[in-house]
């Protein structure tokens, strides 16, 4: 009897161990699965809807989807971030009667060094590049542009994480009858983990254009879901971002909806 009841406790403690473990990595692959710099290969899929532009007509609206490609390089220390987005502008005419132009935009990279990489705290920062790469002029700068990008992601809670993405871009080259660019952005984000891979988030983007004097700085509040799938993490997520203060040519409110996918090695 004393054998049964011991082989009963011990069957019971290494039940609670196990779920506790398998508990612990459910948190830890949620948490990280917002990592920007995540020693992981990603590939990323973001489509942002604005169907309110600021100093524009009502009609007008934009809709821009991004490809983004990331990808640690010597052991993660180093991380290759690849971005292209694809985009439809829809402008009223004269007659109300809305045109779109669609097409590429201009494609972005930069490479981070990470000089802090640990389990709770990731920071890097590196040289960022933009070709002019967009099928019309409406859809890009015609300038080559260069500047720094600083990303940083905290991790210390299972329950709460937040970081930022600054970058800062200025033309250098390009197409001599299009205005110089000089453009900043500042992206905070802050995740909530409820629990089973279910999330609050918050990823807007602070767009500071300081030659076009057009600026954006929205609040957002969204649910995403994190499922791992064998080798694979797959991130869905829905957010709304409303700006507070908007000038210039801006989305007054747009919808963010995505899918991130990492690869575990």
Known sequence: ???LLLATLLTFSFGILV??????????SAAQANNPLADMTALSFQNYYMPKLSEAPDAAF?????????????KGKLLLRASMPFSTL???????????TSGLGDFNAFLSYNFISNETTTMGIGPSVSAPTASDDLLGTGKWQGGFAFV???AKSPVFQFGGLITWQ??????????????AAVQPFYFWQLGKGTYLRGVPIWV???KKEAYSIPLALG???????????FNLYVEPQYSIYVEGVQPVFQLLAGINLQFMK
């Not at 779920?19 to 830890?28: D, G, L, P, R, Y």
């Not at 934009?62 to 010597?74: C, E, G, L, Q, S």
Request: no cysteine; glycine share 4%; aromatic share 8%.
């Open 1 to 3: 009897m004393k054998r």
């Open 19 to 28: 779920a506790q473990e398998a508990e612990t990595t459910e948190s830890s």
């Open 62 to 74: 934009m809709n821009t989807t991004w490809v983004r490609f990331a990808k640690p390089i010597a």
């Open 90 to 100: 829809g402008m009223p005419n004269v007659n109300n009667v809305v045109n779109t």
């Open 152 to 154: 940083a992601f905290v």
């Open 170 to 183: 200025a033309s250098f080259a390009g197409e001599s009858d299009r205005q110089n660019t000089s453009l």
């Open 208 to 210: 500071l254009d300081f």
């Open 223 to 233: 649910i995403g879901k994190v499922v791992k799938v064998e080798s694979t993490v």
